[in-house]
């Protein structure tokens, strides 16, 4: 049996997404989402609104989080040139699920205690960008961008304020010719591998997924190894991003490996043209938790 009532990957104004908690959850709920999770960048500031707002509008909230980690596998140039991309990531993201967590508990203390370096890695970063636009001819007001931000400036937020002082027209543009991977004002910053953020989120009772795997270019054999070895606890198979065919391949590799599988419509907002939810999922391979709610509902 499949099901489209799941959105497990979205964005509000608390990292790089366009909208407010609240207008995020009215929204899922517009595309008759019934179990929704918030997954801001490296920031968990969000999950008490939006649990307000999902209960509001008649959803399940499920708390989560997309860690930024340190590439798990080198890219594979044989599927970096079938999927057309010039790199791949440099960093690798993993979604993480708190179901069942009592917020102000332990758990959710101490994950927000070693989460929280991740969200201030950031600042110092976005300063070095800054100083590198400027060495460039193109100073840029650091407030202005912090300004831009919720609780996890990012470089969206950078190249909102270039196209405000007229350096590019597009976000894409600022990406393409200066602040993404591998271009000149790109500042990597220091990051949790894979494990270590699996091994933080388990420890605070809360369950893992690779995030869009499309953008990593590994083989599907060795990118199922790698979260098995890792302690991933599943795989956004279903994410915007895949086309069917890719979805498949990942899902029946996933389900061979018993690995869980996840979707989500990793939502960021209306001006990029992206809809939330509407994202089909197989309930028999939902994580278990996951799946154990699910069953409720359709019982």
Not at 90 to 104: G, Q, T, V
Not at 228 to 253: N, T
Request: proline share 5%; glycine share 8%; with cysteine.
């Amino acid at each position: 049996m499949w099901t489209e009532a799941f959105d497990l990957h979205s964005h509000s104004t608390n990292s790089d997404g366009e909208h407010p908690v609240a207008d995020v959850a009215k929204m899922m709920a517009e595309s008759k989402v019934q179990f929704w999770s918030l997954t801001d960048h490296d920031t968990i500031s969000g999950w008490s609104s939006g649990k307000q707002a999902a209960e509001s509008e008649g959803m399940k909230f499920i708390p989560g989080v997309e860690i930024t980690c340190m590439p798990g596998l080198e890219a594979n140039a044989a599927v970096m040139e079938t999927r057309q991309r010039d790199r791949a990531s440099d960093s690798w993201h993993l979604l993480a699920y708190f179901p069942h967590i009592e917020f102000s508990s332990k758990g959710h203390m101490d994950f927000e205690a070693w989460l929280a370096p991740l969200g201030q890695g950031r600042i110092p970063r976005m300063k070095t960008m800054v100083q590198r636009l400027e060495e460039l001819g193109m100073p840029i007001d650091f407030d202005a961008v912090v300004a831009r931000a919720g609780d996890s400036v990012g470089r969206p937020h950078l190249a909102d304020e270039m196209i405000a002082a007229g350096y590019v027209e597009t976000r894409q543009q600022a990406f393409d010719e200066w602040i993404g991977d591998g271009k000149p004002v790109h500042i990597t910053r220091p990051k949790p591998s894979i494990a270590e953020a699996c091994k933080a989120v388990h420890e605070a009772g809360g369950f893992t997924s690779l995030a869009h795997p499309l953008y990593y270019c590994i083989d599907t054999a060795d990118l199922v190894q790698f979260c098995l070895d890792a302690g991933v606890d599943a795989i956004e198979c279903f994410h915007r991003s895949h086309s069917d065919a890719y979805r498949h391949e990942l899902w029946s590799a996933a389900k061979k490996a018993e690995l869980g599988v996840t979707c989500g419509s990793d939502f960021h907002g209306r001006m990029y043209n992206q809809s939330p939810g509407r994202m089909a999922v197989p309930l028999s391979t939902l994580p278990p938790s996951l799946n154990r709610m699910a069953k409720l509902l359709f019982e």
